[in-house]
């Protein structure tokens, strides 16, 4: 005879190979939509699980309070997401797939949001902002813009953001259908 069973809670497995694949001991559904801010996270947190109730996960993301004037400006709150590394990446990996990936992003150069399958296949990407220089001679007064970088695919199962210069990240949100994403008031 067997021993009576007990239900327990759904469990969310971390598989660290690769870093930051998601997998569900038990399904559990992923919001519609998710908008995602910072502005709770730790000044210098490692971001990389927090947001496991919601199907995301990071890797490369550390939150920071921008102290450049050239950042400031166009930030939704007190807390953004940059690269923690010199390789200049922050790697967003969903739980399910998802059709609509959305990221607010600044930088002195181009950032590039790029969108793969669940088989690890680029399926679209996208480039944002323009090339600023910013040395001693700097003559930009003017904050630097901040981008909208939008894409839509079928299956998304990860977004990759990549730049060449420092960038920040102001807001990260992702849907399963384009149609269901919030509409602007």
């Not at 730790?42 to 939150?63: K, M, N, S």
């Not at 480039?127 to 904050?143: I, W």
Request: hydrophobic share 35%; with cysteine; charged share 15%.
């Amino acid at each position: 005879m067997l021993p009576p069973t007990t239900k327990t809670a759904p469990v969310l497995r971390i598989d660290t190979t690769p870093p930051g694949h998601l997998q569900r001991a038990a399904a559990t559904p992923m919001p519609a939509w998710a908008e995602i801010n910072f502005d709770e996270r730790a000044l210098y947190e490692e971001i990389q699980h927090q947001y496991t109730d919601l199907g995301v996960a990071f890797q490369g993301a550390i939150a920071l309070q921008p102290s450049n004037p050239l950042f400031l400006q166009g930030c939704s709150g007190q807390r953004v997401i940059a690269p923690k590394t010199s390789d200049r990446g922050i790697t967003v990996q969903f739980r399910q797939s998802v059709r609509t990936v959305k990221v607010q992003v600044c930088s002195a150069s181009p950032v590039q949001l790029a969108v793969f399958d669940g088989q690890g296949r680029c399926m679209s990407h996208i480039r944002g902002g323009q090339r600023y220089h910013l040395g001693p001679s700097t003559d930009l007064e003017v904050p630097l813009p901040h981008h909208e970088l939008t894409l839509e695919g079928e299956a998304i199962a990860r977004a990759v953001l990549t730049a060449n210069t420092t960038f920040i990240v102001d807001r990260v949100a992702f849907g399963r259908s384009p149609s269901e994403t919030p509409q602007a008031a």
